[in-house]
């Protein structure tokens, strides 16, 4: 019998008004756009991945791990957060089959750098990540570019099963 969990993570985060503010998404700096406020560097899609792992392992969310009001985690790179993050999910027993994200912003756009985002999210959580870009077509804040928001969905085999295959196909 194959032991699957499946987690759900979410964040958002307004854009900041300060210009040396960078823009970091899945681990990617993306240059000419206003930053994002948070206590880290604010990485809404590495959060919202490491809360999708979190809760498929029953480990709790981010902010339990890495609350906003600990200066350890001021600037903090949210990719190493998700590599801490990934630890804890195998030291729990469980291994990362895939996670799936969709970020909703205006802008900046996501398909020129979505690869190295894959890539770099893919390497911190140690399972597959796969990044889309969604408009929300002016509908609200996020319509409005006042902020982005990205939802994440995790799914955990536990570490007995075997994967196969780079496509997380599991015996």
Request: include cysteine.
């Amino acid at each position: 019998m194959n032991r699957v969990r499946v987690g759900q993570g979410f964040d958002v985060h307004r854009f900041s008004e300060d210009p040396e503010r960078a823009l970091v998404l899945g681990g990617v700096t993306f240059n000419g756009h206003p930053g994002l406020v948070g206590h880290s560097d604010a990485d809404a899609v590495a959060h919202a991945v490491a809360d999708a792992l979190l809760g498929a392992a029953g480990l709790g969310d981010i902010g339990e791990h890495f609350p906003d009001t600990d200066p350890r985690w001021h600037g903090a790179d949210s990719l190493e957060l998700l590599r801490r993050v990934a630890e804890l999910v195998r030291e729990a027993g469980w291994q990362v089959g895939n996670v799936d994200c969709a970020v909703v912003c205006e802008t900046p756009k996501l398909a020129p750098h979505r690869e190295q985002m894959q890539q770099l999210l893919t390497g911190a959580a140690g399972g597959s990540v796969t990044v889309k870009g969604r408009r929300a077509e002016g509908l609200g804040a996020i319509g409005r570019r006042e902020g982005l928001a990205c939802w994440a969905v995790a799914v955990l085999i536990d570490s007995d099963e075997r994967v196969d295959d780079e496509r997380g196909a599991v015996s």
